[in-house]
């Protein structure tokens, strides 16, 4: 047998392989004398058939699956040898002139290479590194948020401007069907709150999107449209109210701070609030992480030039999957993970070049970690270790948390890789500010 490369670009190759008889003959002869006790031709007993009459009956059959045996043996340990690194799996390229009878069967085998690049962690970048601060208003806001929850609902008869109405949004148009509370005094404009004014349950009110609420950003909440969708939204919107109460607010004392952090934990307002800022921006700062990730990811992709092998991909996206895709369909999904797959080239880089590694120890002590994190939440502050390491090996057990916990490590490794290698400029916001910059407004 002969196999060889050859080079089309950087990263374009076919594996050419030519297959002779020596190959593949003893195999089939072992094959035809297997078969021989069992072919059954009309006019001989079974068992009894001459082996010319298997051999024209059987043969090419047999002949075609011993040597796309050979071929893909030989196709798996050459690519081992070589030590290619190929992106997706070779694919055969089809002959319209090939021959089964010809002396010689050659065989040609299309592969994506991954290309060589440079990748410099260090490049001059005008990247954001956002410390979010729980200002003032925030923390104030939060304060009567928690009063009103844990305060009584009182029903009313109509709305008044210190009421909380329930209802639903609804705009068939754009899908828009959502169940929420508003506070009457809510909108930006004062017209639009004095539509409320008076309504009873039952009552539709219709407003208006465009420059309904102070931050366009709340459209995402009260009525779930997509971000891209929320700046320069205008359409009417039908409000139908279902409940209407005034909230009597539940007093600061300890009875309320016990109840929001376990006994003892907060014994003043001024406490409460401290409590309120440092579990507000720790989670402020989890988004801002993942923002300056993002930003870096973004940053690299657009900075790291290298070619990748488009057409070969997209013919492979058609081969793989359940569902075999057209041309067109696997263009689609080509641009769709483009950006995704070089980032994932990108990623590897990075971790070879710094000698990033991911351990056991690693995995597990992630997941330890968010599991604390996710009892917390459920009030389990003080859980044993026994209890915690338990779920670990629970979690750990199932091979596609293990992937998924895996990718998080990862992703928590680079995020530090980045802020020390991508000198990004640190600079305080605050919570309304950050999200203004998260979503370029």
Known sequence: MDIKRVAIDAVNETIVMTVVHMDYKGQVAKRINEKMPLATVKGFRK??????????????????EEVQKVVDLALERFVQSERLNLLGTPLPKVNEDFSWDAEELVFEYEIGLVPNFELDLDAK????KYVVIADDKLINGQVERIQKQFGTAIPQE????DSDVTGTFTNEEKGINNATTIAADLFKDKATC??????????????????????????????QVSHDEVHGLDVDVNFTIEAINKAELAGLNQELFDKLFGP???????????????????QFAQQADQKLLADVQNFLI?????????????????????????????????ARSEKGL?????????MAQSNIQITFEDLKTFTTNAIKQ?????????????????????VLSNQEEVRRLSDQVVAAKLLELFKEKANPTTKEVTYEEFIAASYGE
């Open 47 to 64: 068992g009894a058939v001459p082996k010319d009459l298997v051999e024209k009956q059987y043969g090419r059959a047999i002949k075609q």
């Open 125 to 128: 970048n005008d990247i954001v």
């Open 158 to 161: 109509v709305v008044t401007a």
């Open 194 to 223: 004095d539509k409320f004014i008076g309504k009873k349950v039952g009552d539709v009110v219709t407003v208006n999107t465009k420059g309904l609420f102070e931050d366009d950003h709340q459209l995402m909440d009260v009525m």
């Open 264 to 282: 003892g934990a907060v014994s003043s307002l001024e406490e409460l609030k401290a409590k309120i800022k440092e579990d507000a921006e720790a």
């Open 302 to 334: 657009d900075n790291t030039k290298f070619d990748l092998p488009a057409e070969f991909l997209k013919k492979w996206l058609q081969t793989v999957g359940e569902k075999k895709l057209s041309p067109a369909e696997a263009e689609v999904e080509y």
């Open 342 to 350: 070089r980032f994932q080239l990108i990623e590897g880089k990075a």
């Open 374 to 394: 996710q009892m917390a939440q459920f009030g389990q502050t003080n859980p044993s270790d026994e209890e915690v390491q338990g779920i670990v090996a629970r």
